[in-house]
Antibody
C-alpha cells in the first residue's frame, strides 16, 4: 500500500519560498506511470490543485500559480518536492501531496501539513 | 479552466434518508477516447485528507459502501447517498480530470437533521 507523508516548515515569512517534501513509502516513485501532485486547502475552504510531476519528470502547473511553483522529484530518496516562491498570507493553507492511478488523479493522499505565512 | 459548481452548499438529512448532491461543469468532461466522464467524487471528514469515493462519474472505488452512487454525463452529475449514516457527515467534492488545471467544486457539507 502506497503511503505519502508531507514534511517541511510550518511557518514561512512573507516574500520567502515555501518548500515542502513528500516522502513515498510502499513503492518506488519511479516505477509505474503515475502523476504525483500537490494540492492545498485554506482553512474552511475548498481544494486547489497546485501542480503535478509525472514519472517521466514532466510537469503540469496550475496557471494561477505557475510563475511561482516548481515541482521536482528525487528518485534516490523516493521523494518529490514543492517550492512556492514569493509567498503571502494568501498562501497559508494545509498542503497535501497525492498520487493518482490510471483511473483517478488523487487516490493516495498524505495527511497534510499546515503552512502559515506570517512574520 | 473548467469551472465546477456544486449545489447545495450544505444539506441536512435525517438518518436513513437520501442525500443528493449536484455538480455541474462549465464544459463537458466526457473523454472521447473511452467515452467515459472524467469526473470524481471525494469525501472529506474534519482533519482528514479527502477520500476518493467515485471515479469515471459512476464507478465506486474499492471499499466504498454501495449506498454511495454517482450518475450523470457531459456537464451534469449527481452523488447520491441512498441511506445516510452518521459516519457520512462530511464535505463532498466533485473534481474534473479531463484537462489541466484539475479543478474541484466548492464542496457540499452534509449534516444530520
Amino acid at each position: 500500500q502506497v503511503q505519502l507523508q508531507e514534511s517541511g516548515p510550518g511557518l514561512v515569512q512573507p516574500s520567502q519560498t515555501l518548500s515542502l517534501t513528500c516522502t513515498v513509502s510502499g513503492g518506488s516513485i519511479s516505477s509505474g506511470s503515475y502523476y504525483w501532485s500537490w494540492l492545498r486547502q485554506p482553512a474552511g475552504k475548498g481544494l486547489e490543485w497546485i501542480g503535478r510531476i509525472y514519472t517521466s519528470g514532466s510537469t503540469d502547473y496550475n496557471p494561477s500559480l505557475k510563475s511561482r511553483v516548481t515541482i521536482s522529484v528525487d528518485t534516490s530518496k523516493n521523494q518529490f518536492s514543492l517550492k512556492l516562491s514569493s509567498v503571502t498570507a494568501a498562501d497559508t493553507a494545509v498542503y497535501y501531496c497525492a498520487r493518482g492511478t490510471d483511473y483517478a488523479d488523487f487516490v493516495y493522499w498524505g495527511q497534510g501539513t499546515l503552512v502559515t505565512v506570517s512574520s | 479552466d473548467i469551472v465546477m459548481t456544486q449545489s447545495p452548499d450544505s444539506l441536512a438529512v435525517s438518518l436513513g434518508e437520501r442525500a443528493t448532491i449536484n455538480c455541474k461543469s462549465s464544459q463537458s468532461v466526457l473523454y472521447s477516447s473511452n467515452n467515459k466522464n472524467r469526473l470524481a467524487w471525494y469525501q472529506q471528514k474534519p482533519g482528514q485528507p479527502p477520500n476518493l469515493l467515485i471515479y469515471w462519474a459512476s464507478t465506486r472505488e474499492s471499499g466504498v459502501p454501495d449506498r454511495f452512487s454517482g450518475s450523470g454525463s457531459g456537464t451534469d452529475f449527481t452523488l447520491t447517498i441512498s441511506s445516510l449514516q452518521a459516519e457520512d457527515v462530511a464535505v463532498y467534492y466533485c473534481q474534473q480530470y479531463l484537462i489541466t488545471p484539475l479543478t474541484f467544486g466548492g464542496g457540499t457539507k452534509v449534516e444530520i437533521k
